[in-house]
C-alpha cells in the first residue's frame, strides 16, 4: 500500500510539472538550477543593496558573560534558528553557524 502511495505521489507530481511548464522535467532540476540561479542572479544585479553577509557583519559582537553563548537567531521562535551553543573560549568572537551572529565573552574582572 506504501509502495502505491508513493507511485500515485509521483505521477501526480509528474503530471503538475506537465501543467505548470509545459514538459516533464524532474521537479529537482527546476528547483536547483534554474530557480535559484534566477533567483541568486536577480538579487547580485541590485548592487545598491548589501548582501546579507555584509549586514550580519555591521551587527557587533555581542557580548556574553558566561563561557557558553546561547543563539536562536531571534527572540521570535518563528523566526529563528535551531539552538546553538557556542563556546566562547577563544579570544576572537565566536559566530554562530546558522545566522553569523558573533559573540565574545565579556571579562569585566
Known amino acids: 500500500m506504501a509502495a502505491f502511495g508513493r507511485r500515485?505521489?509521483?505521477?501526480?507530481?509528474?503530471?503538475?510539472m506537465k501543467t505548470l511548464t509545459g514538459s516533464s522535467r524532474s521537479l529537482s532540476g527546476i528547483v536547483s538550477s534554474e530557480v535559484a540561479t534566477s533567483h541568486t542572479q536577480k538579487w547580485m544585479q541590485d548592487t545598491s543593496k548589501k548582501s546579507p553577509m555584509e549586514l550580519i557583519n555591521e551587527v557587533p559582537p555581542i557580548k556574553v558573560?558566561?563561557?557558553i553563548a546561547v543563539c536562536e537567531g531571534d527572540s521570535n521562535p518563528?523566526?529563528?534558528?535551531?539552538?546553538?551553543f557556542i563556546c566562547l573560549d577563544k579570544d576572537e568572537p565566536a559566530v554562530c553557524k546558522y545566522c553569523g551572529l558573533r559573540y565574545v565573552q565579556d571579562h569585566h574582572h
Open 8 to 16: 500515485n505521489g509521483l505521477t501526480m507530481a509528474t503530471n503538475l
Open 65 to 67: 558573560e558566561d563561557r
Open 78 to 84: 518563528a523566526l529563528g534558528h535551531p539552538i546553538e
